[in-house]
């Protein structure tokens, strides 16, 4: 069983696993620690030495649990046998860069039997995953080790599927949210957050996180409202100080309306919600795009380069819908300000609501 229980996280608000772009920083992770929440390293697209590198840095830095996030393994399509439109439209951006032709790499799959033996010898106190299930014999074996599985649901029926594996908790990952949809079973399914948390609260007997589109602490409030234990947050801490988030996209994040949002699976080949921009718009016309991780892997040095640069035509802007309310803070600052939020939201509904002897 896990060092700790659950409850001993609800108190906590989660920092979602933000892969890619520089963004999920070791600083970040810590100081969502330090301020009481529970910190995610995001596992997907490093090495295996960087991933331990995270963990030993986080773990010597605090004492506090923090989570590691990876991908549930998902089967490879094979090499795509004619990808000459997917490859000609990030050619011609390759050109506008001074990039060398891309090209499709051997093998783009994640290591997840790697990775999972790196948790089990490393033990963090908290492992969670999207885009599937852990295979049981994996979940039965992070229990042997005390560490505590968070798997993700974008449907009641995936919610099911991952109560059967075993897992200690489930986030409830609504459609608003930014970046990478975890569905597994139903893509083209776009439940909202508020719809989704009680749905899945009154299907399973485990502690459910919200995620998506909660960005203070009347969503917070909401959210625990519905039944949640807890939630998860990824576009707040996008803008934090301590995010890696190159400024180009952070200022994007920071001037975003509502209506700036789209899903779109161009960057990876997996649908995604994030801020149009050309590259999204023209490689949209274009109809171009690759499964993943094939397309992932050919927009990666293109993406990588306009991080280098900090230009954000080309980035993948994952964001969520309630991006502007996103501040320019530090995380130490955000947490007390979500925290000063929830508290004062409550205090004013239980001022305002009748009494029971009326």
Known sequence: ???????????????????????????????VCRAGGLGSIAGAYR?????RTDIHTVRAATRAPFAVNIFAPVPTPPR???????????????????????????????????QVALLLEERPPVVSFTFGLFPEPVVRALHDRSIFVIGTATTVDEALQLQATGVDAIVAQGAEAGGHRGS???????????????????AVPLPVIA???????????????????????????????????????????????ATDTAFTAVFSGRVARGIVNPFLREAEAAAATLPYPWQNALTRPLRAEGVRRNIADVLSL????????????????LMARLAAETRAVLQHLQSTSPSPDR
Not at 47 to 51: F, G
Not at 102 to 111: K, Q
Not at 215 to 240: E, H, K, P
Not at 318 to 333: D, F, I, K, T, Y
């Open 80 to 114: 795509p046998s004619d990808p000459a439109s997917a490859l000609a439209l990030v050619s011609s951006w390759h050109r506008r860069f001074g990039l060398p032709e891309p090209s499709l790499p051997e093998d783009p799959t994640e290591p997840f039997d790697a």
């Open 184 to 202: 597994f079973t139903a893509p083209n399914h776009a439940i909202g957050t508020f719809a989704l948390v009680p749905q899945i609260v009154d």
């Open 211 to 257: 995620s998506g589109g909660i960005m203070d602490g009347r969503g917070i409030l909401a959210a625990l409202a519905l039944g949640a234990s807890a939630v998860q947050m990824g576009t707040a801490f996008l803008t934090t100080h301590e995010s890696g988030a190159p400024p180009a996209y952070k200022d994007r994040v920071l001037h975003a309306a």
């Open 318 to 333: 994952w964001a969520g819908q309630a991006a502007p309310l996103a501040r320019s803070e530090s995380v130490a600052e």
């Open 47 to 51: 090495t295996l030495d960087q991933l």
């Open 1 to 31: 069983m896990p060092p700790f229980s659950f409850p001993q996280l609800a108190s906590s608000i989660i920092q979602a696993p933000m892969a890619g772009s520089g963004i999920n920083t070791t600083a970040l992770v810590l100081e």
